[in-house]
């Protein structure tokens, strides 16, 4: 598969398999980020070396590309030695100008990665970061002229946007050659680890995903500003920024937003935290085996305690019964895991997103901080209807209580509710219908369809069962 690692909605498009760089981001914050988590259950923690897997790096088509320059393969060389990866022997490094970018990016992207775009985008229709006229590729493609740079793992290439045409990468400006920088780590990373064949593992896995691309961008971002910090190359007050905060798009969902910023704010935050605390070995060796679930991003002392999420397999949530009630015509879509961040996210809605949010604890926080494991599915029909059914499980049934109620809370207001029975169905502003029934031990089951007959028989084999 063609994974496109490109500068632009790295988790948003994480399907299309997109990992941004070059949005605005800051230096590693303090380790007290986020609440503390209790782990359900120990598991043996991630070994802390890890030996490097070099990828064979494509070869440059003769006249394709000309051979870096001296002194950019001198600043290949200095980076590598900043991030502790032996260089690749080779490696294409271009310049695009900003008028040319559309038409460069697009010469990337697959049919198989803008059908990974259209299912993500169902999914985030049902989660509500995106009302039914959004689209994460039209999000995507507005964000072009914000974008500074991109390397694609599938061509073993960089490039840096110029703001005009004819500028070689001798010539680039300061912030244009921090950008490469930040490239160049990304492709450190591909040689040594194969970013390709770890996020052709996870895909679907919308938990997994996006800590492994908090892994990537935040061992990009840091290494970055270590490196702006030895040359001296830029200002180093204020951390690393890609993009200005004023250059941030008004008219992108707040959810988005959140998910999209995470792998290089919380990313960054946790990869600093990483080298100080364990050294290189320790990040490489989460290239190499990527953690499990966002909740070892949000809470740090869980990976030095070994945590792993539980595995909520296929028979805790039947898609053949699921099938079999939704009726004929019925299909799976998608399945994987949301994870504690998207848990969080979902319940924040439409509250705007500010810098930093991370940073200061809300009820979405405390409801999700319990997570330990989830499943979801979509399932779709012809006609247009949708549904996503999800089992979370938590630490405790306290816990899971504690989701619940949040949940209800946020999923009633404002909404039309019907009661019936142990089942609540809540039809929300945009007619997407939640449902939900009572806590069952540590387990919370929901559902969000097109419509109340969809989420009711969704729900049915999961009550019944």
């Not at 507005?142 to 946007?161: A, E, P, Q, R």
């Not at 490196?227 to 890609?242: D, E, K, Q, W």
């Not at 996210?345 to 949010?357: A, V």
Request: hydrophobic content about 40%; glycine content about 8%; proline content about 6%.
């Amino acid at each position: 598969m063609n994974r496109t690692v490109v500068t632009l909605l790295a988790t948003l498009l994480l399907a299309l398999v997109l990992a941004a760089c070059g949005v605005d981001d800051t230096a590693p914050a303090p380790p007290t980020d986020t609440p503390t988590a209790t782990p359900a259950t120990p598991a043996p923690t991630p070994s802390t070396t890890a030996t490097p897997q070099q990828s064979a790096p494509r070869e440059a088509t003769p006249g394709e590309a000309p051979p870096l320059p001296d002194s950019i393969r001198e600043l290949v060389e200095e980076v590598a030695e900043v991030r502790g990866l032996e260089a690749p022997e080779s490696l294409v490094a271009l310049t695009v100008a900003r008028a040319d970018l559309p038409d460069t990016y697009l010469t990337l992207v697959t049919e198989e990665d803008r059908a990974e775009a259209d299912t993500l985008t169902e999914v985030y229709r049902l989660l509500g970061y995106l009302d039914d006229d959004e689209h994460l590729w039209d999000i995507q493609t507005s964000f072009l002229n914000l974008v500074l740079g991109f390397y694609s793992t599938d061509h073993k290439t960089l490039w840096v946007v110029t703001e005009k045409e004819g500028v070689g990468l001798e010539e680039l400006a300061p912030r244009q050659r921090q950008t490469l920088v930040h490239e160049i780590i990304h492709a450190l990373q591909d040689y040594h680890f194969d970013l390709d064949a770890t996020f052709d593992s996870l895909t679907g896995n919308l938990d997994a995903e996006l800590a492994f691309t908090s892994v990537v961008e935040g061992d990009a971002v840091v290494h970055t500003n270590r490196h702006s910090m030895r040359s001296l190359a830029l200002p180093a007050a204020g951390g690393v920024f890609f993009l200005a905060a004023g250059n941030q798009p008004a008219r992108i969902p707040a959810p988005v937003l959140r998910t999209l910023y995470f792998p290089y704010r919380t990313g960054a935050s946790w990869a600093g935290f990483v080298l100080v605390n364990e050294g290189t070995e320790a990040l490489n060796a989460m290239l190499a085996e990527p953690p499990t679930a966002t909740t070892l991003i949000l809470h740090r002392d869980l990976l030095a305690a070994g945590w792993e999420p539980e595995e909520l397999g296929e028979s805790s949530l039947s898609a053949d019964q699921i099938q079999e009630s939704l009726g004929a015509g019925w299909r799976v879509r998608v399945a994987g895991s949301l994870g504690e961040f998207h848990l969080i996210n979902y319940l924040m809605g439409d509250e705007p997103y500010i810098q930093g949010w991370l940073y200061f604890p809300t009820s979405a926080m405390e409801a999700a901080k319990g997570w330990a494991g989830d499943r979801y599915t979509v399932f779709e029909h012809d006609d247009g209807g949708r549904v996503l059914v999800a089992r979370v499980r938590f630490t405790s049934a306290e816990e899971a209580d504690e989701f619940a109620a949040a949940h209800r809370n946020f999923a009633t207001e404002g909404a039309g509710v019907i009661e019936e029975g142990d089942l609540t169905l809540a039809t929300r502003r945009d007619g997407k219908v939640v449902g939900f029934p009572e806590p069952v031990g540590r387990d919370v089951i929901f559902a969000i369809g097109t419509s109340a007959d969809v989420t009711r028989a969704a729900l049915e084999p999961l009550i019944k069962g």
